[in-house]
């Protein structure tokens, strides 16, 4: 039978295969030559936009790879350097000659003959960049981005110390879902203070961020780095206005069920108070700490519940094993977190994470999966330009995975069932996810537009948000210190600034394809490949309609969605 999913190496047209990106003027003469091409006839036009986009895909791919070798080894000096010489002197190259380029598309006397179902979006976010563009941002960028950086050097360099054993944050923190309370709180413990030992540094770095980019936001024209930044993740769908009455919403719908749920806990577990190291404890059971054998047995298993739920999501994972495009395992100097980097010039993507022998991992890998999924999906769109999408739908993709395969995942339980804690685990997780993303994304509305604030007085406004936005049911006395500076853990908050409202949107639009997943498995599942293959050539709306759902966040459609959840969690608690 052959393979489902196409992963050859997408053919050059334009630039020769053998070309390695070491220095700048390996690069140049291509750019030079599509800005001096003539372009006489609406073929020369779109044989130009090919060329000009597979350049840049090259370009932006041999950026990627770099970044995934810092990622795997912060201690890789080689690889360090390599990553610093691209931000520090291909970077600010690349910013005006590619906005010359982008200036002759847009003055083309062919623009308007192009078919608008094939280049609309493209041309549309070529037209807000450029709306964008100042040469004085252009060093600053480069200053942002070794920034960005260091946070992860610091991050991935804590230890914690669990009874005389050092080990890093992502292995400790799955002591947290042990079964002994009292080595919940000491693990606690250990984390906050590792994390507090950086906590100047890490102040250091975001204040120079931020001073970073507001300047970039002046120099745009911006009153604030929140609007700018904005209009710069081309958020063409929806306003900060928007985001806030999401956050209102979740607030309203969401933070009831999060009490409810605490109340089925202090019942269930008999506790007289939660404590902050109770956050995995659901009172149903205990989840059980090391659920698969080491990464091989991770990805096997994974394997078997992605193809039960449809051979293709099965295959893509088998296709990354293969090529060696999975780093999974937790270890010292690697940074924290995960992501799915795509490589479509390659053809396939690569998977980053931190595995600690944990349930969570397995949403995890599910997750970045689902992005694998759609990287593979688009590999037959024409530009790769479209398939660099917007987190909205991005999002989507790897939320709804780790959705349909939840009840695939009996293969990681001796029982040949996923327990009803595992899923009680799960279903809370979303509640506290949904919580946990406006927290962060008020948060960072908060920092963009109060420029200027100490160290303190974001302190005090993060506490101020947190409290707004978390149960009261959980006993968080003593530990003051730790909860001020709880962003701090956020990545996303120092490399991806308001990258994070995406992972709401998403999540909700997972539930809603869920929902019809459990009524019709197959046309759900052709639903969701139909709108993940689309790439970027549609509005994230039509995107989320051809997936079968809306892109909705009032509070009406949040409340039916909170209802599936509400239920869930009532059903497997009753």
């Known amino acids: 039978m052959d393979s489902l999913v196409k992963s050859t190496t997408r053919k050059r047209k334009f630039i020769p295969n053998e070309l390695k990106i070491s220095v700048w003027s390996k690069i140049k003469p291509y750019y030079s030559e599509l800005l001096k091409r003539p372009l006489n006839s609406l073929s020369h036009l779109e044989e130009w936009i090919q060329n000009m986009d597979e350049l ?28 610093k010489y691209f931000i520090e002197e291909i970077s600010p190259k690349l910013y005006p000659i590619r906005k010359e380029l982008k200036e002759k598309l847009m003055t083309s006397r062919f623009l308007d003959s192009l078919n608008p179902s094939k280049y609309g979006i493209y041309l549309k976010r070529i037209k807000n960049s450029l709306s964008l563009y100042n040469e004085k941002n252009i060093p600053l960028f480069t200053q942002e981005k070794i920034l960005a950086s ?75 780095y929140r609007d700018y930044k904005f209009k710069a993740l081309g958020r063409f769908d929806y306003t900060p206005d928007d985001c806030m009455q999401f956050h209102e919403s979740v607030k309203a719908v969401i933070l009831p069920i999060a009490e409810k749920l605490d109340n089925y806990r202090l019942d269930s577990l008999q506790y007289d108070q939660l404590k902050l190291w109770d956050g995995s404890k659901f009172g149903k059971g205990n989840v059980p700490i090391k659920v698969y054998d080491g990464m091989k047995d991770l990805v096997e298993k994974s394997k078997t519940c992605l193809t039960n739920t449809h051979p293709f999501f099965g295959e893509t994972l088998t296709l990354l094993k293969d090529n060696g495009h999975l780093d999974l395992e937790s270890r010292e100097n690697k940074r924290p977190g995960g992501y799915n980097m795509p490589l479509p010039m390659t053809g396939m993507p690569f998977i980053f994470m931190n595995a600690n022998s944990s349930f969570r991992d397995i949403k995890v890998l599910m997750h970045e999966t689902g992005h694998a999924v759609q990287s593979c999906l688009m590999n037959d769109l024409d530009l790769v330009g479209s398939m660099s999408i917007p987190s909205e739908i991005a999002e989507l993709a790897a939320m709804s995975m780790e959705l349909l395969t939840i009840d695939k995942w009996q293969i990681f339980f001796e029982e040949n069932t996923v327990p009803v804690e595992a899923k009680i685990n799960y279903f809370a997780g979303i509640v506290h996810t949904l919580l946990w993303i406006v927290t962060i994304d008020k948060f960072q509305h908060w920092l963009y537009t109060n420029v200027g604030h100490t160290a303190e007085q974001r302190e005090e406004a993060w506490t101020s948000i947190y409290n707004e936005f978390n149960s009261s049911k959980v006993d968080r006395t003593g530990f003051e210190e730790q909860l001020e500076n709880l962003w701090q853990r956020q990545l996303h908050i120092f490399e991806v600034p308001f990258y994070y409202i995406e992972y709401g949107f998403a999540q909700l639009g997972a539930l809603a394809i869920w929902d019809k997943y459990k009524e019709d498995p197959v046309e759900s599942v052709k639903d969701y490949m139909n709108a993940l293959k689309q790439g970027y050539t549609q509005s994230i709306q039509d995107t989320y309609q051809a997936a079968g759902i809306e892109f909705n966040f009032d509070k009406e459609y949040i409340q039916k969605l909170g209802a599936v959840l509400e239920k869930e969690v009532e059903t497997l608690y009753n």
């Open 56 to 83: 840049d895909a090259i370009v932006n791919e041999d950026f990627h790879y770099r970044y995934i070798k810092v990622s795997v080894d912060t201690s890789d000096e080689k690889a360090d350097e390599s990553y």
């Open 150 to 224: 260091e946070y992860g050097v610091i991050i991935s360099k804590i230890m914690v110390n669990i009874d005389g054993e050092e080990m890093t944050y992502q292995k400790a923190r799955s002591g947290l879902e042990s079964e002994d309370r009292s080595h919940r709180e000491k693990v606690y413990r250990a984390i906050g203070k590792s994390f507090l030992a950086v906590k100047k540094e890490v102040n250091e770095v975001l204040d120079k961020l931020l001073e970073i980019r507001d300047s970039i936001a002046k120099n745009a024209g911006f009153d604030n």
